[in-house]
């Protein structure tokens, strides 16, 4: 009986060590821009092609509808995107690692459900009803860790068992009263509906965010200049994060014309920021995308490859379980449809489409953000042209596909780019 060998990496390394020195070699604003346009030729198309979708899904539905891009419609659009939002975003940990986790709706409504039942029906605080609830994701996702590593059993097959037990579980929960309305007057659902950020608070954080992109990009280019390697300017530093301050302050103040940023929105920001500095900027995320990327060679190089798959059958399970906590919230209630429908896969489909690899060791938590604000934009300009659910699923099926396909295209490029 004969072993099949390794995954062979998508590109040799002596081709991306050429790729970095080229891009590094070039300093300023321009270097800046051709350093996007080689790796775009290499490949590597980032948030490219989902930022496009975006600005043509709403260019298209403007067009046909002026109220899509009113202040108050994106407001509810940012609200809307969250819940499902957070889950994509544990999605994206899976797929990083080149598994699947299709239990995630379910997962999502079975916390839903228990944090109804604690907080309503038993009396306990909301906070310990919502510390429950993500201990819940803590169990399923050390569960199907087990069943991975120990047993062997395909995340698919896992996961699709989880799909099934956990909706029935959520069914028993509920019980007999099919629905558990959470009070209008509680934090949990004012934080989801009508918490709102002040104007000056937005404008105070969008400074900080384009200063610590500033100070982090300066830090990260003196520690090469003392190491020898070549970084970028000052000018290119200082130029990007004067983009960013304008990009985002223009986005506060267009929410603030209406009811201005919810709380609840900055919450899932605030996740993906974090997610994004463990999985760029710690050994934690480095050690994700090597599994993702090539498993046995992860594991010759000393990494715990099965450590690593349960991080992240944790953390998507304590993430969807978020989710459905944050779902309960906005509809103020938790009822046996809560997590299921197209919740899963409006889930999966964020994350692939925001440029999340199905094949793994490819991704951002970045992500989750522009893949779920493709699929919410595409039911709100829908919903305001009248037109039922089936064009909705045809059309975020179509940019599904499409999504899937670019990736395809971009792994079959970088590996020709690696051999040229």
Known sequence: MTTAPPKAPTSSPVASDRLDERLQSREGLGGWVQSWVDRFRGGDLGLLPVIIGIVVIWTTFQVLNPVFLSSANLVNLTLESVSTGVIALGIVFVLLLGQID???????????ASVATLFVLKGFPAVVSIAAALALGIVVGLVYTVMFNRFGVPSFVITLAGLLAFLGVQLWMLGEQGSVNLP???????????????????????????????????LTARTRRAAGLSAPSLQGLAARSAVLL?????AAWYLNRDRGIGWMFAMFLALIVVSNYLLTRTQWGRSIFAVGGNAEAARRSGINVGRVYGWGFVVCSVLAALGGVLAAARLGSATPATGTGDVNLNAI??????????????????AA???IIVITSITSGLTLLDLSSGYRFMVTGAVLLLAVALDSVARRSRASHGKG
Do not use: H, K, N
Not at 102 to 112: C, E, I, N
């Open 102 to 112: 299709l239990s995630v709706g379910s997962v999502s409504g079975l916390s839903a």
């Open 246 to 250: 304008v990009g985002l302050g223009f």
């Open 349 to 366: 489909a964020a994350a692939v489409i925001g440029g999340t690899s199905l094949f793994g060791g490819r991704g951002s938590a970045w």
């Open 184 to 218: 209008f007057d509680s934090g949990l659902v004012r934080f989801a509906q009508v918490s709102f950020m002040p104007d000056a608070v937005s404008y105070v954080l969008v400074v900080v965010a384009a200063t610590a992109v500033f100070v982090t990009g300066y």
């Open 369 to 371: 953000l522009v893949g």
